[in-house]
T-cell receptor, first 115, second 110 residues
């Protein structure tokens, strides 16, 4: 499609439950990025993919967070055993190429609330 | 690590110009971006500038880059109430992860 599509818009989970978020990048874009926006508008980079391969995972919490981009499927971000501090808006972005100057286009985000 | 700083808040009257400022620390930044976020919405790309440029103009938007001082600004001419939002500057090296500032909330008074 012409837009980055994220589902669901809102997700509520009890502490300790699993949460799974989805992202369909713009058609033809090779790179996908996940960011977490927490209180006070701070953005934290989580992980990026070049097609189905992990490109940069330096921001990814190792223990409970995982992500995949498989061919012909939306990309996904999964959080196991959620904690209250995981409450945030998770944004997905895609770009045509990975080099700077190829703007990242963002989806509308998934608001994750952990109760 | 890299750091991007913005002032928190700016208030202007409708029809005036708005200038939102941003400073960054990473000398190897190659591209600098301005995004707009309205309440409950995603990030809308407004414009971006390559680090070897000083200025870029796009309709009501003018971006100025002072690479020596690592200072970036976004000027919105004839600001309208629909421009009220949070504006984020962001930088990237060739490695392409975006580093964002904390956002500037622009309030436009009628």
């Amino acid at each position: 499609g012409e837009e980055v599509a994220q589902t669901p818009k809102h997700l509520v989970r009890g502490e300790g439950q699993k949460a799974k978020l989805y992202c369909a990048p713009i058609k033809g874009h090779s790179y996908v990025f996940w960011y977490q926006q927490v209180l006070k508008n701070e953005f934290k980079f989580l992980i990026s993919f070049q097609n189905e391969n992990v490109f940069d995972e330096t921001g990814m919490p190792k223990e409970r967070f995982s992500a995949k981009c498989l061919p012909n499927s939306p990309c996904s971000l999964e959080i196991q055993a959620t904690k209250l501090e995981d409450s945030a808006v998770y944004f997905c972005a895609s770009s045509l190429l990975g080099q700077g100057g190829q703007p990242q286009h963002f989806g509308d985000g998934t608001r994750l609330s952990i109760l | 690590g890299e750091d991007v700083e913005q002032s928190l808040f700016l208030s202007v009257r409708e029809g005036d110009s708005s200038v939102i400022n941003c400073t960054y620390t990473d000398s190897s930044s190659t591209y600098l971006y301005w995004y707009k976020q309205e309440p409950g919405a995603g990030l809308q790309l407004l414009t971006y500038i390559f680090s070897n440029m000083d200025m870029k103009q796009d309709q009501r938007l003018t971006v100025l880059l002072n690479k020596k001082d690592k200072h970036l600004s976004l000027r919105i001419a004839d600001t309208q109430t629909g421009d009220s939002a949070i504006y984020f500057c962001a930088e990237t090296e060739v490695g392409n992860m975006l580093t964002f500032g904390g956002g500037t909330r622009l309030m436009v008074k009628p």
